[in-house]
């Protein structure tokens, strides 16, 4: 019993700490590291996430950190009606994701 208990405490652990290593980070903050030049300027990311799907338009936008890495999340709307979900390296602005959202 001992061996479950402890078992169950240690996945739990791992669980939450996976969870504590990616945080939204609030637009004072956002903008800080902007400014800094830490990370690219929401325009650059935009125009780059837009040049993917050409005509589509900003639905929603996520700055994150993970793991020490800052990402942005940019939500589109292409012409077609269709939507797409795309994350960017936000100090350089490479394409880390871009996949078609259901």
């Keep these: ?13 791992v669980s939450v700490a996976g969870l504590a290593q990616a945080r939204d980070l609030g637009p004072d903050e956002a903008l800080k590291l902007r400014d800094a030049g830490t990370i690219q300027s929401f325009e650059k990311l935009n125009a780059l996430a837009i040049a993917k799907h050409p005509g589509a338009s900003v639905n929603e936008t996520e700055l994150e950190e993970e793991y020490g890495r800052y990402i942005y999340q940019v939500e589109l709307r292409d012409p077609q009606n269709l939507q797409w979900d795309l994350e960017l390296d936000a100090a350089s602005g490479q394409i880390l994701k871009d996949h078609q959202d259901d």
């Excluded at 019993?1 to 652990?13: D, E, I, P, Q």
């Design 1 to 13: 019993m001992k061996k479950l208990s402890a078992s169950l405490t240690l996945a739990a652990l």
